[in-house]
Nanobody
Framework: QVQLAESGGGLVQAGGSLRLSCAAS????????MAWYRQTPGGKQRDLVA????????IYAGSVKGRFTISRDNVKNMVYLQMDGLKAEDTAVYLCNERDDAMDYWGQGTLVTVSS
């Protein structure tokens, strides 16, 4: 059973930085792709922010490329999202995602609020 727990969200001024963390409990963490999605408050759609494969290859949404960095630690079963140059439009609930055996697992999310 995969369980994900995000942390690190909060209130930050535009131009600031935050680092999100996701602790994963699954036994096959190192074999799975991990990703960060975000969902605007009150919204239903979850948009991909960044994905990192089991081999460390990364992809980013165009809106965050060059500002956000996804990374993982396969020893600690952790995935991170370093967010720099934050903008008001980055305000959202950020959710950690693990795809294990064709099933998607989600954390509860952590709220990031960027004040302009």
């Amino acid at each position: 059973q995969v369980q994900l727990a995000e942390s690190g969200g909060g209130l930050v001024q535009a131009g600031g930085s935050l680092r999100l963390s996701c602790a994963a409990s699954g036994r096959r963490f190192s074999m799975n792709d991990m990703a960060w999605y975000r969902q605007t408050p009150g919204g239903k759609q979850r948009d991909l922010v960044a994905r990192i494969t089991r081999f460390g290859a990364t992809i980013y949404a165009g809106s965050v490329k060059g500002r956000f960095t996804i990374s993982r630690d396969n020893v600690k079963n952790m995935v991170y999202l370093q967010m720099d140059g934050l903008k008001a439009e980055d305000t959202a609930v950020y959710l950690c995602n693990e795809r294990d055996d064709a099933m998607d697992y989600w954390g509860q999310g952590t709220l990031v609020t960027v004040s302009s």
